[in-house]
């Protein structure tokens, strides 16, 4: 079983930035795809950002020119930095280990979500 554990989120205002992380037990080089996921009350999770085992990424296009992710193999950790925050980007950020960079599959890994919530 593979545990993955998110911290970094945190109250900003409208414009801050904060960077989330993801730690996990395992090589992040042996689970194909990592990435971020997000959920706000009343609305469905979607992909925020992910980076597969080759490098490749994939955005939300909310977020592209803001939100950068990366990974640092010898930590097992990725990271999510966020620049220039919006009311919007509110949510509860959920870690992922899976399959694909586009969209999530039933036996994917999930941490236990970290709350991002941006004043205006």
Not at 20 to 49: D, F, H
Request: proline letters at 3%.
């Amino acid at each position: 079983q593979v545990q993955l554990l998110e911290s970094g989120g945190g109250l900003v205002q409208t414009g801050g930035s904060l960077r989330l992380s993801c730690s996990a037990s395992k090589n992040i080089l042996t689970i194909y795809a990592m990435g971020w996921y997000r959920q706000a009350p009343g609305k469905e999770r979607e992909l925020v950002a992910a980076i597969n085992s080759g490098g490749s990424t994939n955005y939300a296009d909310s977020v592209k020119g803001r939100f950068t992710i990366s990974r640092d193999s010898t930590r097992n950790t990725v990271y999510l930095q966020m620049n220039n925050l919006k009311p919007e980007d509110t949510a509860l950020y959920y870690c992922n280990g899976g399959l694909s960079i586009t969209r999530p599959s039933p036996h994917d890994y999930w941490g236990q979500g970290t709350q991002v919530t941006v004043s205006a």
